[in-house]
């Protein structure tokens, strides 16, 4: 039958174009205004799930928390083979931290239910902290194994990884359920289907508040998604005190581009002598090393 896998994926600023319209005056991040991609580990989250999916079967399911054009990531999901896609959106999400983050994607996936493996990325390119996929295991009470840089083994039950560690790996197992933090080492994904795309590119939302259809995504029967579920506060059982803006105890204060701009340069003679010398002062300067 193969694992129930849930992916949690983020739409996120390019963070490589950011302008001065980034800030909202309530200390939100104005992301209408900035270029939108798919966040880079999630596309090594998402992967990993469809390799374990062509290897055991089982079942992909992609989640977002977002404002309504985050439903271009969930299209991109369904373009590589996800089986099914929801979006999480409410004004009341809006300037959530990672707290609160973390809070309403698990009552999202409690609301899925029946999953043995959940796959975050590592990190999201905006905030950069890497809090949400712990905070998600530790909310629903299950096991995480972070960082990892390669599936080396799946069945029915379990999973065996290679985590990355500071000084290098470490070869961890663990039943189901498991939450997996993934790295961009793990893979390389795979690129969107044509044939998908053509019956994915006009989908479009619907607000449903009914309990996750079961039988809809049995194995076997998995037919053409029809719509991209789209659940709110209420639809996800959430307390809206824990969400968004007042479920936050951070608030982001300002975010801007850094632009490093060179000071002084130096020739350094192609000589061993030269790249000695170098070395010494990148080191003496804890540039290095
Ligand atoms: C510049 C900046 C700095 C910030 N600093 C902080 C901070 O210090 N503390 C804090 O609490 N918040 C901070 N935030 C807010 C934080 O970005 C949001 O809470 C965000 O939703 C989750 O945190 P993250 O981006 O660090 O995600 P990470 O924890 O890095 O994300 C890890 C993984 O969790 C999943 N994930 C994260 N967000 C979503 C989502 N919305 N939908 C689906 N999956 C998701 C993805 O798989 C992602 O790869 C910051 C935001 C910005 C823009």
Redesign the pocket.
């Known amino acids: 039958m193969g694992p129930r896998m849930i992916v ?3 739409q ?1 600023p390019d963070t490589h174009n950011i302008t001065g319209e980034a800030m909202k005056e309530d200390g939100t ?1 104005n992301r209408a205004a900035l270029p939108a991609i798919f ?1 880079p ?2 596309l090594n ?1 998402l992967e990993e799930a469809l390799k374990i999916k062509d290897q055991l079967g089982g079942t992909v399911i992609c ?4 404002p309504p054009n985050a439903a271009e990531v969930l299209k991109e999901c369904l373009y590589r083979g996800a089986d099914d896609v929801v979006l ?1 959106s409410d004004r009341r999400f809006a300037g ?6 973390s809070y309403a ?1 698990k009552c999202a996936i409690e609301k899925v239910g029946g999953y043995d493996l959940i796959l ?5 390119i ?8 712990p905070q998600i295991a530790e909310k629903l009470g299950i096991n995480q194994l972070t960082c990892i840089a390669a599936v080396v083994q799946v069945d029915e039950q379990s999973i065996t990884v290679k985590r990355s560690v500071e000084d290098g790996y470490e070869i961890v197992r663990s039943q189901f359920p498991v939450l997996l ?1 993934v790295t961009a080492e793990a893979n390389q994904p795979r690129t969107a289907k044509a044939k998908l795309v053509m019956s994915y590119k006009n989908i479009g939302k619907e607000l449903c508040d009914d309990s996750y259809d079961e039988a809809y995504l049995s194995p076997g029967t998995c037919s053409a998604v029809s719509h991209i579920k789209e659940w709110n506060v209420e639809s996800i059982g959430a307390d809206p005190q824990q969400c968004g803006l007042s479920g ?1 105890p ?1 608030k ?1 204060k300002k ?1 801007q581009s850094v632009v490093l701009t060179a000071c002084e340069s130096k020739q350094i003679p192609n000589t061993e002598a030269g790249i000695a010398e170098l070395m010494h002062e990148l080191i003496a300067e804890n540039i290095i090393g």
């Open positions: 949690t994926v983020k996120v991040v966040n580990e999630d989250a989640i977002s928390m977002g999480v959530a931290d990672t707290l609160a983050t994607l975050c990325g590592r990190q999201a905006d905030g950069d902290t890497a809090q949400v996929g933090t936050s951070t982001v975010i």
